[in-house]
């Protein structure tokens, strides 16, 4: 499955440059990069090996009539068009569709993608670059062609590029004709296609470069160039309060059951085996999620799972068969239908899970909720721990409750105060627990953290040492010196971590609220590991 | 040659008609009372009695300003050769002063060959700029600006504006302004002071009425007959194409793209995509292919989103839909997945998962925009503690779910029953 996927995903994440480089081209990547030739009109089209219609057809399963719409929409060569506003849910291949056919076209596009491209700047001269074949390299010191930071600048450096290229694909058009080069650009259009418009909405000053990316085939007044956008969400997403000239809409769906039975099939080596398997899982994935890269992270384990009692991969499994590696298989299906972030053993799920971070943005914030089994199955030092510890207390807890759960007479006494207020506050449970549910976890300054950190390193301490309850913490000070040293480093290396999350600063003081993200679960399994008594500071309401 | 090599050739003919806009609004230009004729006497007359003017042309996007504006210069460019130097600008691009005054001394250098420096101030440029107006007004040259999304120069302190209007009360220079808005309150944005100087010429675009939408598909869909084209091929696509527009389920079509959106841009897309339909083999156009652009021009894509969901972010959107009906001010995943659960508790149902999940699920919906935050603020609170809110109404919803081919029958009954 990966190797099915890998192409798919670089051609998403990167500009064309290096996604031509599809596998089996490394080698032409690798020389292309210690010898340098100047680039040349050819470099505008895709790659170097030609594909025919229908290969470009059996390529991409389940966007056929996408194709076929996009083909006829781009229409027959050196023919003008109206520019195109492409939209589909994630992964259902509109970047590489869209690739593909300019690859089968044979036609020069210029391709930017506004995630990698983050501001206006950088997406401006990307194009420019890439029209006026500029690389950067050490020679110019990777800078680009144009400095251009302003739309109207853009606009004129732009149409001043395109004329060039639309003059040079002429001549090299009347070259090829008498001389019959073997130069496989075709036609005198130049396209530029733009991907992930609907990041620009988050950019500064969207507002006017909305619009005016929009009305840019208008602006330009050329014949001889195409525009087309690639967005994740509909056209309704975009209206702006004085409108646009809108686009032609082309609809990418999210792929359909069969659709993804025929993705997964590819590049099978058994495919009866993989069939079979399909026809178990397929169904019961599809209710949750139809998104291929969430529902190929999940199959390649459990198809794993699946083959275990299977001495050959090879065999063609019977009815008989089929069913008793159903029922091997049964036990599994729940439990991973349940989970949408797996981390099994090191070595194999490394490359797995890097790559589940490249396709997924926020999958940092779903790591907090993943069910790990008993324990933390992470490396943590143990005042990071600690830290943590109280960094959830920090949030759960009201600041009020502080000094008498954390006072030196110790933890039975808490106890009993916390028991009596929470009987105190039993007609306000409802409530409570509904403010809990909306405003989530409570924000805290430094200062609140340490001091919690300090109590319970403290108590802990000499509940290790000395076994004897009771005493005065002044004791220990000298103890928990160690502890404190690089404090504040863990603190940074949390927040990095996504266990406390850093907030804006409070209005009356002007200092830095963290709030801690941990869930209960993690807190508490982590409590265990250090065998703190978690839930005896828990203020329950 | 082939019949498909004559359907391409047809093709990319029509393509570039519609592309071209100045084509497509040339039969708007015969009649006395048309907007083409009211503006070219305006600025002709300003160019040979050598005044000032300004006219400002209003109208929904679409309805063909700029090509109509496009059209007159070009007119008024033949006609008076070497009378007129033309400066473009557009607000989208130039809002900001010195941006545009720069712009302006950047066409003026071009067009009058002289050499432009980048590095030029504000200041010099602005003299510049009304050293040229005088020159020029000298020279009995009219200096058009056409000030493209009039709007958006109004605003800040309209320093451009009143640059430009106050250089225009002197008699020696010669200068027209033509300011085009979509916004029909354009000259009300305007300050007092620039108001003042400001001629209130008003030219008002509307989207053509039935009758011109019917001359304008004839007048671009038919195929000429004096073209490279053979001419038997010409006349049997002509008859045919005619015969299709006079039928009772075209006009049926077209009343219903023009219900909805009566711009010329709008037909001109429709227009585009039924083109782009035709079949190359038969190299005729029908009324199939009118019927699949109006399909593919008129979409609705919160229908369509919801198509793609999968059931349990379905099983999230009436969740939130009930949470809505209930009438709480705000919630967000974690009510949701209280009602999730209390659901699943009631009627047992076969979709429970893991709030893990369902989270993910919450996440994809937000993706696809089918829901959104309450509120922008908030970056550093985590998704499940957000309020958030439905962007779909419950027609929409009762809709998907009705057409969603495997919609399990416990939320049909849930969205019926709580209406």
Not at chain 1, 282 to 296: M, N, Q
Not at chain 1, 332 to 358: C, D, Q, T, W, Y
Not at chain 1, 423 to 449: C, I, N
């Amino acid at each position: 499955m990966g190797k099915e996927e890998s192409p798919q995903v670089v051609t998403r994440r990167t500009t064309r440059s290096s996604s031509s480089s599809t596998p089996n081209s490394k080698n032409l990547e690798t020389t292309k990069s210690c010898n340098p030739q100047p680039m040349t009109i050819n470099d505008l089209v895709f790659g170097d090996e030609h594909i025919s219609f229908d290969d470009l057809i059996s390529s991409l399963p389940g966007r056929r009539s996408q194709i076929h719409e996009l083909v006829r929409l781009l229409g027959p060569l050196n023919s003008p068009t109206i520019p195109l506003f492409i939209y589909g849910g994630t992964s259902t291949g509109k970047t590489s569709v869209v690739l593909q056919i300019f690859r089968y076209l044979n036609r020069p596009f210029v391709y930017t993608s506004c995630r990698t491209c983050y501001n206006p700047r950088v997406l401006f001269e990307s194009i420019l670059n890439q029209l006026s074949l500029h690389r950067k390299d050490v020679g110019n010191g990777y800078s680009s062609a144009k400095r251009c930071e302003r739309p109207s600048d853009f606009v004129n450096l732009l149409r001043e590029a395109l004329l060039t290229v639309v003059n040079n694909l002429k001549g090299h058009l009347e070259n090829s004709s008498s001389k019959k080069s073997i130069g496989r650009i075709s036609g005198k259009m130049v396209y530029l296609i733009i991907d992930n418009l609907e990041l620009v909405r988050e950019w500064d000053k969207s507002a006017n470069l909305l619009p005016f990316l929009f009305k840019l085939y208008a602006i330009l007044m050329l014949p001889e160039v195409g525009l087309v956008y690639i967005s994740n969400t509909s056209p309704d997403t975009y209206y702006s309060d004085t409108g646009y000239i809108e686009p032609i809409p082309v609809y990418f769906p999210d792929y359909t059951e069969e659709d993804l039975r025929q993705i997964f099939l590819r590049n099978q080596a058994n495919q009866k085996l993989y069939s079979s398997f399909l026809e178990v899982v397929l169904r019961p994935f599809c209710r949750t999620t139809r998104r291929v890269d969430e529902l190929s992270a999940a199959f390649s384990p459990l198809f794993k799972k699946y083959c275990e009692p299977l001495s050959d991969l090879g065999i063609s499994p019977s009815e008989e068969m089929k069913r008793r590696l159903f029922s091997h298989l049964q036990p599994h299906i729940m439990p991973s239908l349940n989970e949408v972030f797996k981390i099994s053993s090191r070595p194999s799920s490394e490359g797995e899970s890097n790559k589940e971070k490249a396709n997924r943005q926020g999958c940092t914030q779903r790591l907090r909720g993943c069910p790990a089994i008993d324990e933390i199955d992470f490396h943590m030092s143990t005042s990071a721990k600690y830290l943590l510890i109280s960094a959830f207390l920090a949030s759960r807890n009201p600041a009020t409750l502080d000094a008498s759960l954390f006072d030196s007479t110790g933890g039975s006494d808490n106890r009993k105060r916390k028991r009596n207020s929470s009987v105190k506050s039993m007609e306000h449970k409802e409530a409570a627990e509904q403010e809990l549910l909306m405003k989530g976890p409570g924000t805290f300054p430094l200062e609140r953290l340490l001091a919690i950190f300090q109590c319970i390193t403290s108590v802990e301490e000499y509940t290790l040492e000395e076994e004897e309850p009771g005493t005065n913490s002044l004791g220990v000070e000298s103890g928990d010196s160690g502890l404190m040293s690089d404090v504040l480093l863990q603190v940074s290396s949390l927040c990095n971590a996504n266990f406390i999350s850093k907030g804006g600063s409070c209005p009356l003081d002007g200092s830095t609220r963290y709030r801690s993200t941990a869930s209960e679960d993690m807190a508490l399994k982590v409590a265990r590991s250090l065998k703190f008594p978690l839930s005896k500071y828990l203020y329950r309401r | 040659m082939g019949r498909e090599n004559l359907a391409g050739e047809a093709l990319i003919l029509l393509r570039s008609r519609l592309c071209n806009p100045k084509f497509v609004f040339s039969p708007f230009s015969d009649s006395a009372d048309s907007n083409y004729s009211k503006l070219k006497f305006i600025l002709s007359s300003s160019v040979t009695e050598a005044c000032n003017n300004s006219v400002l042309l209003l109208g929904p996007r679409g309805c063909g300003k700029n090509a109509v504006l496009e059209l007159v210069i070009e007119d008024l460019l033949k006609e008076y050769p070497d009378m007129i130097s033309v400066i473009k600008l557009n607000g989208l691009l130039h809002s900001d002063d010195n941006c545009a005054v720069k712009e302006i001394a950047r066409q003026l250098c071009v067009e009058h060959q002289l050499l432009f420096s980048k590095m030029v101030s504000f200041d010099d440029n602005t003299q510049f700029m009304i050293g040229m107006l005088r020159e020029c007004g000298l020279a009995h040259k009219t200096v058009m600006f056409v000030l493209d999304e009039f709007d958006l120069f109004a605003q800040g302190k309209q320093r451009l504006l009143y640059c430009l209007l106050d250089a225009m009360q002197s008699v020696t220079s010669q200068a027209v302004v033509i300011g085009v808005s979509c916004r029909l309150d354009a000259d009300q944005l305007l300050e007092k002071r620039v108001r003042s100087r400001f001629s209130h010429r008003k030219l008002l675009f509307l989207p053509p009425s039935k009758e011109d939408l019917q001359r304008l598909i004839k007048h671009i869909l038919v195929l000429p007959t004096d073209s490279s084209l053979p001419h038997d091929y010409v006349v049997e696509f002509n008859a045919k194409l005619l015969n299709i527009l006079a039928k009772e389920r075209f006009k049926q079509i077209i009343d219903t793209l023009s219900n909805s959106d009566s711009t010329c841009s709008n037909l001109l897309r429709f227009l585009f995509s039924a083109v782009c339909h035709m079949d190359l083999k038969s190299g005729f156009l029908l009324i199939e292919n009118f019927k699949a652009a109006l399909s593919s021009i008129q979409r609705q894509p919160k229908l369509e989103g919801l198509k793609d969901c999968s059931i349990l972010e379905l099983y999230m959107l009436v969740c939130m839909w009930r949470l809505e009906v209930r009438e709480q001010d705000s919630y967000n995943f974690n009510s949701v997945m209280k009602e999730y659960r209390s659901i699943h508790d009631s009627f047992q149902t076969s979709d429970y998962y893991a709030r893990n999940v369902c989270l993910r699920a919450f996440e994809h919906l937000l993706e696809r925009e089918l829901i959104s935050f309450m509120d922008h603020r908030g970056h550093n609170q985590s998704t499940e503690f957000r309020p958030a809110k439905l962007l779909i109404s419950y027609h929409e919803l009762y809709q998907g779910l009705k057409s969603y081919r495997s919609c399990p029958a416990i939320l049909q009954k849930l969205i019926d029953r709580e209406r």
